[in-house]
């Protein structure tokens, strides 16, 4: 089911609200809007839609594609909806997916969460004490009890929001919805993405900025770092409350993560990624004949690297768009074959050429190393490899799923070694330094933890 | 998804538990099991085991011999385990399926509930007010939250049980599994059956004793109104604090819902339906050449008014076993051909002859009058009603799904009248007198609410 | 995949067919009438509608109710229409299923056969010869080949149908469908049943009377033996070449496959067993305090007997009505649940009483064994079988699945040794000579080649 | 179930054959090559074993990745087997799904076919009145036909095929297997492709050569047009009493049907396209700040363009990996949003920017309007438009799915006009006498009817 490579990180989810004033299909807009952001998350898929209080729920494992057809749509009645795809570990739990819906005092709360909370495990155990019983081990179960809680003393969901805020640490980017209001949130800290968009009279919010493009809305503005905003029949209304602490964007959202066509707290993820590359042509340049990328992230890197250095781009690896769903598999021999099934060299673009191929990151080094054979195998004379990011050296607590250090290549071996390793002619880093200059705001702060160590305070 | 007539009453589930100490498979031993309960509830069904904590589950949508393969077998370890057969109203949460498991301060908890709680919805609204959060509508989730308190100040979760028990009014028959125990609850009342099986050294819980028979395990005893039996690693320990009322069995498990080959509380089932229907010979005799029942629930009853009366017992329907999964039917002919598909007149039983058919009961009248049609159109001379019932006249609050009163043909016609708008030539009731003198245990109480009005104070 | 017991025959296939002259909608219809022939075969069905000389089908492993949901009939438009069920072997090619479409020098033919045709090999041979080409194993793509061959040197299907009867040998009631035209054709013989029903203007043909009633149909008479009858825009039309040969109606049609409620050939099935039950009770007497039957196909035997006999009739045995699925068991123990999931002891009924239980017939003996076993284990003080027919002794050709001589206890002992080996008390078996003279027309000739070994010549 | 856009064309499907002399899995290693073939056909895919003469097979509605699992392939038996992948119309029969099976006088046969027999219709006509039936409305069981009667007057398969070639007339490529022979036959034209591979001992016969890549085998050569390759216990053998004629490959397979990492004939597919950029740029060159191509199949014209212009070559869309499956849409607006989830427009490479935007070709015009649409309303300058091929205006008989005339653009207006309608800045076809120099063998013959009308004769 995951159709990613293992080499690759991930990170848990992207999330969608829609409230409806112009008599939109709901429903479809959510599913629209879905396809956009199933690169977040290709485990589980749902939508929750609110007909004035009576919800509509569907959510199960699979692809957008799959989980939804007319007739599931059709039943999904409403104005107003969540949604949400999930990336998910091995042995997880269905209960986990999400929306999750819950009835309290106050009716009913739905939750879409993306970004992993630091201290869930001691919220738990207290809830536990009081009492508390759950059904899902997501942290957004925790973060549901404590509005529950909150709103038996408060006046307004927003307000109950507020006092929860306070009490969890650690990364979130969710919206939620009431019977009447539909609220978008952000961590103080920025870690994952939010914004805001507008179509007619109707708004919406999503992870990125790719999914109204899709629903063919109009980009209206980033929700800020620490900010709740709520729509409700008044309108929206913004709570800034939390905001003004320096934020800590994720980097990782502009080097792999995002959809090149998004623009993130004011940033294009495609320019970002085009000017690392032209960084690395000046730093890093390479004599060679042609640049190639690895499909797809590397791709555009790939651009960037040739259009400073003028060595051509082109074409070395041609993906397979029908591979997804290949069969686990068990000998040594099928592992190979999957790989070809994936990607397979372009004999006549690689054969006797030396080559610049360029990739977002190497995590374990395995899947570089068949590449690289892969291209000598198909006559490549040189393959000089260069890399969007600086090596992976740190775990990360907000919601990106590296691997334990042991599985990390660049906590093993310096980079001279990682080169002899994946069979490359030359390898090199994107510098932090100049991943911290490129592209990104000079009044905005990134979360470089898992490159430096140095995790936001 | 309903194979049972709309006329029919419901009733809410089957449970199971079993405790293994002799290495059987639990899993099968818990489906094998479900098969003989299956009668109780065809919507869901679930399993969770219990594997030194872990819990491994399984609940959807279908039947048993629908829900489980052998793979789904295989993937339920463990030496604990509870199931549960479900019947449910249309538009019925998913989320409802049981068992329920929760996880709270001492590790899991996982229940399977027959039942219904009279005060579920102030209990609910009370633990709402504290900040509870619910994701079904099921009177089990508001079961677990009071234990998952309870047990915050408690030292077991059999005391945890014991604290609850007064705070819950109701009809509950039910089995707790926690990480290394297994229980089994019943209201002090006693509305539903639970009793206890053995084989070799393991135990089972089971709402009836066929399941039993299926599991080829022996009959130990009914777990007795208001009494908690655990079962862990030092064998089994009764707790007695809530015996001692007199008891209101469902005297419609004898009637209708209970399998004929199941014993509760000491009586067979069986017997009854034969003895109920020897005594309607004697009250109220006809004079007819062949005694039938309806398929399946009134063929016990005339076969006992068949062996008082003298007169000669034949089948005059036929029943399609294949029939379970018929289309709904939206226009007046479908709903007609439904009817045939699943029963058909034997007109060689039936031509010439004046017929005696018994049935548990009448509920809203059109099933019979299509029978007595079907019959007459077959060439039946006469149509003689005997039920083995008295008149249904009052709603049900202990987990009997009863029609709304205007949908009871009994509330709304005297009894000759329903004769007439049936088309029989004669139709009489069980008396109440005599249904609470026959089979049933002299020492024991009833629940006759539904047809007296006399509600177990 | 089969819910029957392997213990008992099989009978390959019923079949329907269709000509609507009054607007109703004939997939449902169809649809209707499988439901009452389903007990014919279990593994496969299928529809073939035809809307002026445009096909549509669909046909499927799995039962009726399973294989066709409401869009699946929507979209089986026209208004003649050809269904059959299927009974298979292990391994049976999906290509196999019925009925069977194929285009031709005249459009399109579609056939849907019940039976088994003793040369279709030496056919088939001498096809392939010619240079035919097969895709399935069916006798019925053999039958297909040969008509159309025929219709290019006649000028009708029903003169190529004529051309063909004679070159084909065995047993075969069939329904064929052509763009315009629907027959039905029964063998010389009449092995298998086939009759005519019609619903106001409209024309039916069904294995069993049965379905007739289940489509609320009127009987109109059995198609003859030899008979080809055609129904087509001029109304009903009947073509009697081939009739008048001493028909040999399968026995075993009354004995167990046939449904109760179906009269075949002028006979109803159900008065035959309940006077085979007088029968035995006469021939064989037996001093005992209840009869019971096998249930289902016991049941009316048993009621025969009590009635002649004055013993009273009950109930002894449970099904277990929702046991259709049950897995496939591995070991012993498996196998001995899964006999207790299909049938229990009625205790009450069974406890310190002599009893008679009757069936149809012993094919292998195990399964009445364990029946025995259980009622003995639920204290039946004596047990005396009777059987519904004379011993299984030879295989039949005519496409009844009788298991190898091997396998056939009454091929291996003597009477009394069976009894001892199934455990009973006394053990009578139907005398040929009784069966031939009950119930059955004395015009009439039927095969009892499985009892005499007097193939008909 | 279209997962191209219906603006491109199709051609029907792609063939493999694998004889395996070094016990590989047989059905795995057809499993991996059929991803490389996916492309040619999305509607159904199959697999047929072969185990010393008893067949295993599997066909279904779907993708590779979704009809195969593992249960699947492991019940796929056998040392040679026979897979397709198949494009379908709508409407389609499942019957026409492949390989087809048939038994015939000399035990079975299996074909796999990719083409179109021009002569087909007429040849079926004359087989149905010698009395022929068909299953199907394929091509492929006509040439069955065609073989099983050769066969009944020649001694082996290979003579039978030669037998049939000359009364067949249009375009095939097909694997065949006999009880213990594989064969590869490409008509004398050879408009399709087909190759031979070796892995270790053993054989493969496949559409593509990066089918080949995939299995990790080596390329052998092409099967020769007009040539029938043998493989059984001897090895292999080539009969080549059909060649010599003048060649016509299909020129689109160069365009847009294969992979680019195919090797066809001796030309690799990828050079061919950058080849036709290159052209494009000195013919029609544009003054532009960026070259984009039109994912997936413009890409290469559009780096060859790029090279040879000097113009950096970038992405201007961003194609949706997980789009496949988006719900057919009813309105307007669902059909625009349909439009956006599966392209989106790269603000920042396009915005302020002169762009060339390169494709294969033009087929209805709508596609190609929106996309300059969505490129001009992201803020691109100016968009030229270059085509890899010269405008479709005949249509093809050998496989090729053409829209009928009247929908074809380029049959209704002049360039000028589509240039218009389509909103471009200037637009630019191919010409013929450039692409028939390109690339292409000087020795080998090319068909171009869908350009010029030209049919080969």
Not at 279 to 294: E, F, M, Q, S
Request: aromatic share 8%; with cysteine.
């Amino acid at each position: 089911m995951k159709f990613e490579s293992p080499e690759k990180l991930h990170e848990e989810c992207g999330v969608l609200g829609f409230y409806n004033n112009d008599g939109f299909d709901t429903a479809r807009m959510l599913y629209y809007g879905m396809f956009a952001l199933q690169h977040r998350g290709q485990e589980s898929c749902g939508i929750v839609t609110n007909d004035d209080g009576k919800l509509y729920h569907r959510k199960e494992k699979g692809l957008v594609g799959e989980v939804f057809d007319g007739a599931a749509l059709n039943g999904l009645k409403g104005a107003i909806g969540v949604a949400h795809v999930r990336y998910a570990t091995e042995g997880d739990l269905r209960e986990n997916a999400q929306p999750i819906v819950s009835r309290y005092c106050k009716g009913s709360i739905t939750l879409a969460h993306n970004g992993n909370i630091i201290n869930a495990g001691a919220l738990r155990e207290e809830l536990e004490t009081r009492g508390a019983i759950f059904q899902s081990t997501n942290d957004t179960e925790v973060i549901m009890h404590l509005i529950a809680i909150a709103r038996t003393r408060t006046h307004s969901v927003e307000d109950a929001v507020a006092e929860v805020m306070p009490q969890i640490e650690g990364a979130y980017s969710m919206v939620l919805m009431s019977p009447r209001k539909l609220l978008g949130i952000r961590d103080p800290k920025g870690f994952r993405p939010l914004c805001i968009g507008k179509i007619k009279n109707s708004y919406i919010f999503a992870s990125e900025s790719a999914a109204l493009d899709t629903m063919r809305a109009e980009f209206v503005r980033d929700v800020e770092p620490g900010e709740v905003v709520l729509i409700d029949e008044n309108g929206i209304t913004s709570f800034k409350k939390f905001c003004g602490k320096k934020p800590s964007l994720c980097l990782f959202e502009y080097i792999y993560f995002a959809r090149p066509d998004s623009v993130i707290d004011g940033v294009s993820v495609y320019r970002t990624r085009v000017e690392t590359g032209r960084i690395l042509a000046r730093t890093y340049p390479a004599d060679a004949d042609v640049v190639i990328g690895v499909p797809d992230s590397g791709l555009h890197f790939a651009q960037g690297f040739a259009a400073e250095s003028g060595i051509p781009y082109g074409d070395g690896l041609v993906r397979n768009r029908y591979s997804g769903r290949t069969l686990i598999k068990q000998t040594q021999r099928e592992r190979e074959l999957a790989v070809n099934i994936k990607l397979n060299a372009l004999r006549a673009s690689v054969e006797g050429r030396r080559i610049v191929m360029v990739d977002d990151s190497i995590v374990r080094g395995t899947t570089m190393a068949n590449l690289i054979r892969l291209l000598k195998e198909n006559g490549a004379r040189e393959v000089h490899i260069r890399l969007g990011s600086p090596p992976f050296l740190w775990p990360c607590y907000f919601g990106t799923d590296i691997p334990s250090k042991k599985d990390l290549i660049a906590v093993k071996y310096p980079v001279d070694e990682i080169r002899k390793k994946v069979g490359a002619d030359s390898l090199h880093y994107m510098r932090l330094e100049d991943l911290q200059k490129i592209g990104v705001r000079s009044d905005f702060g990134y979360c470089d933890a898992c490159f430096s160590g140095n995790y936001p305070g």
